[in-house]
């Protein structure tokens, strides 16, 4: 895909976007709220018919070509069209007989822990089943291309680790595989290639080891239950952004700074003033941190972690 433009109202919402998802590998794309990740998703899956630019999927066209691509494209949407009334098992029946290459609709029930649901109607699953349902429909057909919005979100912890390892088993078997997601951990286990947007354009995109080696600020993660007093922190480490992304967990930006030194800083500024400390540890938050910094450039001003990650407080930032 490349120089996607779209536009709703006049506003521009995705602005000269390139992206690549090499054939075998997953590609993360993540970004804040309204950074325009489901507008560009949604024109790689032909929903919706871009301003200017060149999408191509499989060498296809994804609106020209729609019925060609459809049965080699698995699209999970953040909200699913099932009939209200369904069951999971009707559906899954009724989708895989669309696809000459299916899954065992049985198979998928289990694998993707649906068995007790499978014949509740649709209406009454609880979000996180008819989020793994909506992941089964996109599976069924065994698509060469996978585009997952937001796959996990509403999944409790134990399936979305089951989750992850049925997209890494597809993506071992050759299906190439893009999503989105607030989650940084699941960029961080699932891609080979994570992309950044925000505000319609692409910041960066690279391995997920890339990204760290080139934007994470080295750091000092420290935990804690009390409140504290980033200002007053500051003051002791010479200057040191102090950032908190949670009500109990703080980011210090070593910069130039020695570690060292800001640990003995860090530990005795709580020691004098009082308050505990659950952990310290050095080498700043990966992909996490380096997100919050690719943002935070973007935007001029200090970002907002995205849901689900590190509860999206509002940080605050001191120099
Ligand atoms: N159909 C529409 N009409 C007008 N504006 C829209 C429409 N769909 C999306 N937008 C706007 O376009 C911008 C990008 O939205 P989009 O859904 O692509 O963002 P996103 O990165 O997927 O966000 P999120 O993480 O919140 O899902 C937002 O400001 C949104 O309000």
Redesign the pocket.
């Known amino acids: 895909m490349t120089g996607l433009v779209k536009a709703?109202?006049d506003?521009r919402?995705?602005d000269q976007v390139d992206l690549a998802v090499p054939v075998g590998q997953v590609v993360a794309l993540l970004?804040?709220?309204?950074?325009?990740?489901?507008?560009?998703?949604?024109c790689i899956e032909g929903f919706r018919r871009p301003d200017a630019g060149t999408v191509r999927v499989l060498g296809l066209d994804p609106v020209r070509d729609r019925n060609t691509l459809t049965p080699k494209l698995g699209v999970m949407l953040?909200e699913g069209g099932v009939w209200q009334a369904a069951t999971p098992r009707e559906v899954l029946r009724l989708f895989a007989r669309l696809h000459p290459d299916r899954w065992n609709p049985d198979d998928l029930i289990e694998r993707l822990a649906l068995g007790t649901v499978a014949g509740s109607k649709y209406r009454n699953l609880s979000g996180g089943e008819k989020q793994r349902l909506n992941l089964a429909l996109a599976l069924v057909g065994r698509p060469e291309v996978l585009i997952l919005?937001?796959p996990t979100t509403g999944m409790d912890p134990e399936v979305r680790q089951q989750t992850w390892e049925l997209i890494r088993g597809l993506r071992n078997e050759g299906t190439s595989v893009l999503l989105?997601t607030?989650f940084m951990q699941e960029a961080e286990v699932l891609a080979d290639q994570v992309a950044i947007?925000a505000r319609?354009r692409m910041l960066a995109e690279d391995s997920p080891a890339g990204l760290i080696a080139t934007h994470a600020p080295p750091g000092i993660v420290v935990t804690t239950p009390d409140r504290i007093d980033a200002e007053s922190l500051s003051d002791r480490l010479d200057g040191a952004l102090v950032l908190a992304d949670t009500a109990d967990r703080w980011l210090v930006d070593a910069g130039e700074r020695d570690p060292q030194s800001l640990l003995v800083g860090i530990t005795t500024w709580f020691a004098d003033n009082g308050r505990h400390l659950t952990s310290i540890a050095t080498g700043g938050e990966g992909l996490e941190a380096a997100y919050l910094e690719l943002t935070r450039q973007a935007f001029g001003e200090p970002a907002t972690l995205?849901d689900g990650a590190g509860g999206g407080m509002p940080l605050e930032a001191r120099r």
């Open positions: 709703y109202d506003r919402v995705v970004g804040p709220n309204g950074a325009g990740k489901t507008t560009t998703v949604e953040q919005d937001e989105t607030h947007m319609g995205p």
